[in-house]
């Protein structure tokens, strides 16, 4: 059989894990930095803990897992029935599949915190580093198992959250030296805009549409706001929504004329005044974009969206918001939280575009020594080494096979970039003195074990600092 992988899936080597690390490695450092606490949550959750929760487009995305041992069952009479149900439309059938895949990371950790509320301090402040599966349909940046990174306070309605995050985005990008645009929103002024043109039971049809504005135009969210049955005289008071160009004061002004008497609009408008006033405390560049809406029916405040300003390829590769009673829907009320999830794998494709990780950060060696030997006897000597070595915290190996080729041994620490190889023989045995070379400058010295393990650590710490 050829051996193949799932569409929309992919391998990583040691080279593109280092650069992963990397990012990995920032994002982790700064969610603790700002005193977030990681969690994780299995891969799997009951399926009716997802379902419901993503609009209809992200429910029909959610990959689901078929019962196990199903040809045992007694009532096959009813689970064909259910299969034939399901070949005609989208739906769940405990028959069929109890289980599915995470979509997200926010639903799971929002069914955490009701699970363990008497164990939490609040508010609660997590972050989440694990992978999510979507039966999309794979291209570029959009894959069917990707990783997300997510930071969320729950338990607290403080607008000094969305500017902690937006602080703790900033700082991120930067250190990742990535340009991005941090654009913002607020749902109240979608939901207002959906009262005002008298369409309130349409606000998740609305805000969906004009999410995708981006994407396939705005003749294309015409087009939808229509087939979902939005009036024309809606649509054309959506307009001005829709078309308007200009900064951050500018589009304050014309959201006030649009929803400015509307109660939700009134308050949407406040809480985005109130981050664009204080977020110049953070040297954050903010981009209020009225067009935002984060299609997900759980948002009610705040929404982001971070996306690069260089290269070919910008996608999304940040998203997140505000929800005022995620943990509602599992019997924990009026639990207000506000999130963001950074997209690694889209952040890992930019930032290969653009040429912006560290120069040789793939030729890293996570082993810093090599011993090499002659014999029998001189490997079983390594080993005595090697453990002294791995107490001081030196990362080392030994080469495995026995062979008097020494050159065959110092082209394996070639290939792999180990920077240091130490030779072991009869003679360093006796002596207690080893031969320790530098393969990057070629230079060799003598050492005794003590004064080796001082010479790595003083390199190492020059490395580093």
């Given at each position: 059989m050829k051996p193949s992988i799932p569409r929309g899936t992919r391998d990583f080597g040691p080279a593109e894990m280092q650069k992963r690390q990397y990012i990995l490695n920032i994002i982790r450092k700064n969610f603790e930095l700002f005193g977030y606490q990681p969690i994780e949550t299995p891969s799997m959750e009951n399926i009716g803990t997802l379902t419901g929760k993503y609009g209809e487009e992200g429910d029909q995305l959610i990959f689901k897992i078929l019962n196990s041992r199903i040809h045992e069952s007694k009532n096959k009479d009813l689970m064909r029935k259910e299969f034939e149900l399901s070949l005609e439309n989208s739906r769940n059938s405990e028959e069929l599949?109890?289980?599915?895949?995470?979509?997200?990371?926010?639903?799971?950790?929002?069914?955490?915190?009701?699970?363990?509320?008497?164990?939490?301090?609040?508010?609660?402040?997590?972050?989440?580093?694990?992978?999510?599966?979507?039966?999309?349909?794979?291209?570029?940046?959009?894959?069917?198992?990707?990783?997300?990174?997510?930071?969320?306070?729950?338990?607290?309605?403080?607008?000094?959250?969305?500017?902690?995050?937006?602080?703790?985005?900033?700082?991120?990008?930067?250190?990742?030296?990535?340009?991005?645009?941090?654009?913002?929103?607020?749902?109240?002024?979608?939901?207002?805009?959906?009262?005002?043109?008298?369409?309130?039971?349409?606000?998740?049809?609305?805000?969906?549409?004009?999410?995708?504005?981006?994407?396939?135009?705005?003749?294309?969210?015409?087009?939808?706001?229509?087939?979902?049955?939005?009036?024309?005289?809606?649509?054309?008071?959506?307009?001005?929504?829709?078309?308007?160009?200009?900064?951050?004061?500018?589009?304050?002004?014309?959201?006030?004329?649009?929803?400015?008497?509307?109660?939700?609009?009134?308050?949407?408008?406040?809480?985005?005044?109130?981050?664009?006033?204080?977020?110049s405390l953070l040297h954050a560049s903010l981009e209020l974009d009225i067009t935002l809406a984060r299609g997900l029916n759980y948002y009610t405040g705040t929404i982001f969206e971070v996306k690069t300003n260089a290269g070919t390829f910008t996608p999304s590769i940040l998203g997140g918001g505000r929800y005022d009673d995620l943990t509602g829907i599992f019997g924990l009320k009026n639990m207000s939280g506000v999130g963001i999830s950074f997209g690694i794998d889209r952040i890992y494709d930019v930032m290969e575009e653009l040429n912006l990780f560290p120069e040789n950060i793939s030729k890293h060696s996570s082993t810093t020594l090599l011993f090499t030997h002659f014999d029998e006897e001189s490997q079983k000597h390594c080993l005595h080494l090697a453990a002294e070595l791995r107490r001081?915290?030196?990362?080392?190996?030994?080469?495995?096979?026995?062979?008097?080729?020494?050159?065959?041994?110092?082209?394996?620490?070639?290939?792999?970039?180990?920077?240091?190889?130490?030779?072991?023989?009869?003679?360093?045995?006796?002596?207690?003195?080893?031969?320790?070379?530098?393969?990057?400058?070629?230079?060799?010295?003598?050492?005794?074990?003590?004064?080796?393990?001082?010479?790595?650590?003083?390199?190492?710490?020059?490395?580093?600092?």
């Open positions: 599949t109890e289980k599915a895949l995470r979509y997200d990371l926010t639903v799971p950790f929002a069914r955490y915190v009701v699970m363990n509320q008497h164990q939490l301090i609040f508010p609660f402040k997590r972050y989440q580093i694990q992978p999510v599966w979507r039966a999309d349909r794979p291209q570029k940046g959009r894959y069917r198992e990707f990783y997300q990174c997510d930071a969320d306070v729950i338990g607290s309605d403080s607008l000094v959250n969305e500017l902690d995050l937006i602080s703790l985005m900033d700082k991120s990008f930067k250190e990742l030296q990535l340009p991005v645009i941090i654009k913002f929103n607020n749902r109240k002024i979608l939901s207002a805009i959906a009262q005002i043109i008298q369409e309130p039971d349409k606000i998740i049809d609305i805000t969906v549409a004009i999410d995708k504005l981006d994407k396939i135009g705005k003749d294309g969210v015409n087009k939808e706001l229509t087939e979902k049955g939005i009036s024309q005289k809606a649509i054309e008071t959506l307009q001005p929504l829709l078309d308007f160009k200009g900064d951050n004061s500018e589009k304050v002004e014309v959201l006030q004329k649009l929803v400015g008497a509307n109660e939700d609009g009134k308050k949407g408008i406040e809480e985005i005044e109130f981050l664009l006033k204080n977020s001081n915290e030196i990362s080392c190996e030994i080469y495995p096979d026995i062979t008097k080729k020494l050159g065959k041994q110092l082209d394996y620490a070639n290939k792999k970039n180990i920077p240091f190889v130490c030779t072991v023989g009869s003679n360093e045995i006796e002596k207690s003195v080893y031969a320790l070379k530098d393969m990057i400058t070629g230079n060799k010295q003598e050492l005794g074990i003590s004064e080796m393990i001082h010479f790595i650590k003083t390199k190492l710490h020059e490395i580093h600092n």
